[in-house]
């Protein structure tokens, strides 16, 4: 590795730290981190359903960091961020296939876990 890959190897890693499990090198010297998953997209809610509806369903599972809200044409949609994944990977177990309003509701890993680095 030289100098150059070494400070960015080196400011990746004090940056996020907090937010990932692991950071590495590949060996084609490329930066790799597993992030902790600790986000769940959540969908086909009822098109009624309010933030302060989900917080008080869903905070049982786990400490929630943040929420957003999406609605849509014919249903609503949520993703959720934990402070960990223990929580998420919980909520997702205890709620994939349940009804909310007659809606059968998915919940599922979000495919941006980008969103816990906020």
């Known amino acids: 590795m030289n ?3 070494r400070t960015i190897f080196q400011s990746v890693n004090s940056a ?7 950071i590495s090198l590949c060996p084609q010297n490329k930066i790799w981190s597993q992030i902790v998953k600790t986000n769940v997209f ?13 917080m008080k ?4 599972y786990g ?6 809200l999406k609605y849509k044409e014919n249903s609503t949609c949520v993703n959720i961020c934990f402070f960990n994944q223990k929580d ?4 997702i ?7 909310i309003n007659d ?16």
């Open 16 to 22: 996020f730290k907090p937010y990932v499990r692991h």
């Open 103 to 118: 809606n059968v509701i998915k919940a599922k890993f979000s495919k941006n876990q980008a969103l816990n680095l906020l």
């Open 63 to 68: 400490k929630i960091k943040s929420l957003e």
């Open 3 to 5: 100098a150059t890959e």
């Open 42 to 54: 959540i969908s086909n809610l009822p098109q009624d359903i309010s933030e302060k509806y989900i």
């Open 57 to 60: 369903k869903f905070e049982k």
């Open 88 to 91: 998420a990977e919980n909520l």
């Open 93 to 99: 177990t205890n709620v994939n296939n349940t009804t």
